[in-house]
């Protein structure tokens, strides 16, 4: 029940904005009892909170993936990483009614892209925090924790409001920002 639930507001919020998403619509959609779903989500923002958490952990679990992939260097890792992301995120409905949304003044799902920091922000920052401290031992958590957050807040802004001229390289761009964050030397060879 609770993946057919989650499916049915993912597909009624790329199809018709978040705005169009209701227990009861979502409940009709999935083919369940309308008291089913509020006692498995309560609200419509438990709604939201766990579809985010599912969106999220998809693309923290490609995050990971492609930052333990063999590259030439921790740049080129993390560079792919963004890359990776923005590609995602491109492809995916929903992220897509997001951005729609936002650009028409909208913010629907938006707060648990940007402004609350969990699932995605806080849980982004802490895996990006822990991969630069393993790549970086000679670092210190804070200038960790700096260039995590700096990767997060990029990638996001790239995702929400993608550059007006085409940046060949969006992932070398952060990831050479994340380096600088990081005081490593090796960010304008990236």
Not at 3 to 9: E, N, P
Not at 16 to 41: C, H, I, M
Not at 54 to 69: D, G, H, K, T
Not at 160 to 178: E, K
Request: contains cysteine.
């Amino acid at each position: 029940m609770r993946r057919a639930v989650l499916d049915a507001a993912r597909a009624t919020a790329a199809e018709s904005g978040w705005d169009a998403v209701s227990l009861n619509t979502v409940a009709v959609r999935a083919q369940v009892s309308r008291p089913s779903v509020y006692k498995e989500f309560h609200s419509r923002h438990g709604l939201a909170e766990a579809l985010a958490q599912e969106e999220a952990a998809s693309f923290l679990a490609e995050i990971a993936a492609v930052l333990e992939s063999p590259a030439a260097s921790p740049g080129a890792s993390l560079a792919a990483s963004v890359d990776r992301v923005l590609d995602m995120a491109r492809a995916n409905p929903l992220v897509a009614s997001i951005v729609h949304a936002a650009g028409n003044g909208t913010d629907g799902l938006l707060p648990y892209l940007t402004s609350r920091p969990e699932p995605v922000v806080g849980t982004a920052r802490r895996l990006l925090a822990n991969w630069f401290r393993a790549r970086f031992p000679d670092s210190s958590a804070a200038a960790c924790g700096a260039a995590a957050d700096v990767t997060v807040r990029l990638t996001i802004s790239l995702i929400l409001l993608p550059s007006p001229g085409a940046d060949p390289a969006p992932g070398r761009t952060v990831a050479a920002a994340a380096l600088g964050a990081l005081g490593h030397e090796d960010s304008a060879r990236i």
